[in-house]
């Protein structure tokens, strides 16, 4: 098996499993309090989560806190319902369903565009009601790297807050200014069934789910297991940041000359190389993932897999159904070896050759 579909969740690092072992199983078998209980083996496990909380926030702006969530998804609703009712929320046209969704279902969404190359640039209007501005730092299918910096002078010009979903950008890029940013685990090699949300000092939010508020804004019993095993992937993440960054785009060139007869979708340059999205004129995607089965990618993100809808996100940037419905995505990282990436790109390649393409 060949696994090229990183942007949908990365391997796990072999420091988190260690350190989530240590919450699983223990030395003495001890391992398994309640990290909410006054108790020393709750303390004990209270302390591991602290450790996790601060690795987690040395990738973060200082002056914020971290609260844990069961993933994502469920901190951008903290975030978008937690921080305040009425009035527009605007986003980028190429958002996660998590963030638009959740907008739309409150009746606020305003969809600001974004260009050709999938950049959501600051030229446009917020409506005089903008209460929250939310821009992606990376897209999760297409990898342009967005403008978060500006869009955050820009929402402060507006009295409006920023939220940034920085679930693709968390260990691989800086992430500066925010009033609240969003991260997954699984997305930067720790384990899934958590996640996270930075908030500004001074921010309060409104609870989302009640019935103890262990986090302070958000209720429910942590895992010690899963919150050591984020805050040791957290840690890694750091200290290899430069040499992930020269692994990827050393990958990211051989893809390019691999893929070169095929039509990248985004930026060239203002995206995060570890993400190849690319479309053949004619294919039939479905096709090629069944002759590939050895091969994992991805035709879409992985959230939207199975629902036979056209990419919200390679609409935004103007291609048509048949142009969207021909992309495919090619995602690799930290263990992604350069015989591997040869290897999926070859398979992949003959079999578009067997279309007729």
């Not at 020393?40 to 601060?54: M, N, P």
């Not at 692994?247 to 985004?266: C, I, P, Q, T």
């Amino acid at each position: 098996m060949i696994y090229l579909d990183y942007q949908s969740t990365t391997p796990l690092a072999p420091e988190a499993r260690d350190a989530m072992l240590r919450w699983l199983d223990g030395p003495d078998g001890t391992a398994f309090a309640n990290p909410h209980s006054p108790h020393k083996l709750g303390r004990q496990a209270k302390a591991s989560i602290e450790l996790a909380r601060e690795r987690v926030a040395a990738l973060l702006p200082p002056g914020g806190r971290i609260i844990f969530t069961g993933n994502a998804c469920e901190a951008l609703n903290l975030a978008i319902r937690g921080s305040g009712t009425g009035g527009s929320v605007s986003i980028s046209a190429i958002e996660h369903a998590a963030v638009y969704e959740t907008a739309e279902a409150l009746g606020a969404a305003h969809v600001l565009n974004v260009s050709k190359e999938g950049q959501c640039n600051t030229a446009q209007d917020l409506p005089n009601d903008c209460r929250l501005v939310a821009v992606m730092s990376i897209n999760n299918e297409i990898g342009t790297i967005q403008p978060t910096v500006d869009w955050h002078r820009k929402a402060k010009e507006n009295n409006a807050l920023f939220l940034v979903d920085a679930v693709q950008a968390y260990g691989k890029i800086e992430i500066t200014q925010a009033d609240m940013i969003a991260i997954s685990a699984h997305k930067f090699h720790g384990p899934k069934g958590i996640g996270a949300l930075w908030v500004r000092d001074g921010l309060e939010l409104e609870p989302q789910i009640t019935g103890g508020l262990q986090e302070g804004d958000r209720s429910g019993t942590l895992s010690p297991a899963l919150v050591a095993g984020m805050g040791a992937a957290a840690a890694v993440a750091k200290e290899r940041m430069a040499e992930d960054h020269e692994h990827v785009e050393e990958l990211w060139k051989r893809a390019r000359d691999l893929f070169s007869d095929w039509e990248l979708n985004g930026s060239e340059d203002t995206r995060y190389h570890g993400n190849l999205n690319v479309r053949r004129k004619g294919l039939d995607v479905n096709r090629l993932m069944s002759e590939c089965r050895d091969v994992m990618f991805s035709a879409g993100s992985a959230c939207a897999s199975g629902s036979g809808k056209t990419s919200h996100v390679l609409k935004a940037i103007g291609l048509s159904d048949k142009q969207a419905k021909s992309s495919i995505r090619v995602g690799f990282g930290r263990y992604t070896s350069l015989e591997d990436l040869e290897a999926g790109a070859k398979a992949i390649n003959e079999a578009a050759k067997a279309q007729g393409l």
